[in-house]
């Protein structure tokens, strides 16, 4: 089975810190979905394949009508098998969605919504460059569940330049309040060619100090613990049974096609990387060429290690069994002085089944998963 990702590269504007490959829209997306229709027909002359998860990402995939996101899964049912309870997530931002656009995109088989909220305080919103207040969001949210979506995803920011303790802790309780399924909290990252990295060079934005946002990180996850959410990924938290099908195949490292300007797949034995600018990537499929920038073998060493770092994400960590019969060998036997330090610090426990990061490794996972890469 595979998991299938859906690259939408638009937005209404960009966001001062984002790094995505996202563009403000101008015009139609009219081309942009002519092109992605053609990847899936061209990916579907591969056989008839079985999906576990389609999932619309962004860039902000709720500025495509419902009956473009119609004609995009009709395209993708024609060409795959699509089982009836596979999860279909689509990101959605505030701006623009009503309840009639809900409402048209559960009708076309979205099943699960991925709403960026990101922060409560307006200042803080506005000092982001989101094209929404928080207003939109309570409207957004109601109107889902008004459509009868039972399934949806609050992300959060932490670690803001400008946010107060205070201010986090408020933007998480007004979240639980809601009780969404899932919430997903990322901690900000400068990253080159965005305005925040420009205004961070300029000293005009301080960084939160590491201690800091590992304060804010850890009582979130005390937080929502409390309010009944199982913490099963770094930054992803879930109500019982509600883990993002989806994101759980890469995290397994399994195999998903990537599609869209941008996107990376796991196919066959190779990862591949679309080109990340929309009007080449529109050229090259109105050729019916499939639009790699890359692509390039993973090899059992490769795979093995993605296999580790990946699976290290998930609290339960990785399943020793697993990973024996998959790779014909164990994790000691490539990793064994890594595990031993790692353990020896406090960052990884071991138990007869799993390989896991600790309470301790937990803020530090970045630098744990770099022992096996
Ligand atoms: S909405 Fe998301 S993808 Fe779009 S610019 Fe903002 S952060 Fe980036």
Redesign the pocket.
């Known amino acids: 089975m595979f998991g299938m990702y859906i690259h939408i590269p638009y ?1 209404t504007r ?2 001062y810190y ?1 790094d ?1 490959n ?1 563009y403000a829209l101008k015009g139609s997306l009219k081309e942009y979905l002519e092109a992605l229709k053609r990847e899936i027909y061209l990916y579907g002359q591969f056989g008839f394949r079985e999906l576990s998860s389609i999932y619309f990402g ?3 995939p709720s500025l495509c009508s419902p009956e473009e996101i119609r004609e995009v899964l009709e395209k993708v049912r024609e060409l795959f098998f699509v089982p009836d309870d596979v999860e279909i997530t689509l990101e959605a ?1 505030p701006e623009g969605l009503s309840l009639e656009r809900l409402s048209g995109y559960r009708d076309v088989g979205i099943n699960r919504l991925s709403i ?1 909220l990101q922060a409560t305080d307006e200042e803080i919103l506005k000092s982001l460059g989101r094209p929404h207040s928080l207003e939109d969001f309570s409207l957004a949210y109601q109107w889902a569940n008004q459509a009868g979506f039972e399934n949806i995803n609050v992300d959060l920011i932490f670690a803001l330049p400008n946010q107060s303790f205070i201010q986090w802790q408020e933007s998480l309780k007004y979240v639980a309040e809601l009780a969404p399924t899932h919430v997903s909290l990322y901690n900000l990252e400068i990253h080159p060619d965005t305005l925040f990295h420009k205004w961070f060079n300029q000293g005009k934005l301080r960084a939160k100090e590491d201690e800091e946002e590992l304060e804010q990180y850890v009582w979130a996850i005390e937080y929502l613990q409390g309010k009944g959410y199982q913490h099963y990924e770094v930054s992803n938290f879930a109500l019982l049974g509600r883990q993002a099908k989806h994101n759980l195949v890469y995290w397994h490292n399994q195999h998903y096609f990537g599609l869209g300007a941008g996107a990376s797949g796991f196919i066959s034995g190779e990862r591949t990387l679309n080109v990340r600018n929309p009007e080449e990537y529109i050229t090259l499929l109105q050729q019916n060429i499939l639009p790699y920038a890359e692509r390039f073998e993973v090899t059992k060493e490769i795979e093995m290690s993605e296999t580790m770092f990946m699976g290290l994400r998930l609290l339960e960590g990785v399943s020793l069994e697993m990973f024996q019969k998959r790779f014909g060998i164990s994790p000691y036997s490539i990793w064994g002085q890594e595990i031993e330090d790692l353990v020896a610090k406090g960052y990884l426990e071991t138990s007869n089944t799993h390989l896991r990061l600790s309470r301790k490794g937990l803020p530090l996972a970045n630098q744990v998963f770099m022992a096996f890469v």
């Open positions: 937005c960009k966001c984002c995505f996202s962004g860039g902000t931002n960026g």
